[in-house]
T-cell receptor
Framework: DADVTQTPRNRITKTGKRIMLECSQTKGHDRMYWYRQDPGLGLRLIYYSFDVKDINKGEISDGYSVSRQAQAKFSLSLESAIPNQTALYFC???????????FGPGTRLTVT | GQSLEQPSEVTAVEGAIVQINCTYQTSGFYGLSWYQQHDGGAPTFLSYNALDGLEETGRFSSFLSRSDSYGYLLLQELQMKDSASYFCAVRLKRSGYSTLTFGKGTMLLVSP
């Protein structure tokens, strides 16, 4: 079984809709991250959380919100989706003090 | 802010050696990481340099020179399966936290 899972894997939604992307991990890591990837732009950090009570904005948090429901679960929400949020979204985890991040399989989101 | 520059594309033939360079502008960072991504799949960790010098892991090596704000990933004995995108990333110090900032990626195309 995968250590970091994301649901859904693909989603098409309309402008203005609220959507939630979910991430779960079985690695026992405290630290979780959400990134978006656009063609030719690499991975950009949206939000990160270093424990259940800790939420921090990344480079591109506008238009997004997150919830850390438990150590193992970190959700990303788009309150009112817009077409330029069409992208590939990745969740990642890391252990405290570790430099390696483990990525989920990604969610491909299309906003029409 | 931080910026990382790496070539957008590199081509090579099977069995050859290829070097992917990464230059960066940042301050207060812990080290330089490299990740591999196949066809929009989950990025996977390859190597990390906290100190200047060369780190070797099998066919892959990574180098860091802090004085030159420069690093590279060296891939030897190239195989077709090495065709992928490669991202350098700086591990930043952020008020007691550490996060990754990624370059835009280098697509490596390995031909027979």
């Amino acid at each position: 079984d995968a250590d970091v899972t994301q649901t859904p894997r693909n989603r098409i939604t309309k402008t203005g809709k609220r959507i939630m992307l979910e991430c779960s991990q079985t690695k026992g890591h405290d630290r979780m991250y959400w990134y978006r990837q656009d063609p030719g732009l690499g991975l950009r950090l949206i939000y990160y959380s270093f424990d259940v009570k800790d939420i921090n904005k990344g480079e591109i948090s506008d238009g997004y919100s997150v919830s850390r429901q438990a150590q193992a679960k970190f959700s990303l929400s788009l309150e009112s989706a817009i077409p330029n949020q069409t992208a590939l979204y990745f969740c990642a985890t890391s252990a405290e003090g570790a430099y390696e991040q483990y990525f989920g399989p990604g969610t491909r989101l299309t906003v029409t | 802010g931080q910026s990382l520059e790496q070539p957008s594309e590199v081509t090579a033939v099977e069995g050859a050696i290829v070097q992917i360079n990464c230059t960066y502008q940042t301050s207060g960072f812990y080290g330089l990481s490299w990740y591999q991504q196949h066809d929009g799949g989950a990025p996977t960790f390859l190597s990390y340099n906290a100190l200047d010098g060369l780190e070797e892991t099998g066919r892959f090596s990574s180098f860091l020179s802090r004085s030159d704000s420069y690093g590279y990933l060296l891939l030897q004995e190239l195989q077709m399966k090495d065709s992928a995108s490669y991202f350098c990333a700086v591990r930043l110090k952020r008020s007691g936290y550490s996060t990754l900032t990624f370059g835009k990626g280098t697509m490596l195309l390995v031909s027979p």
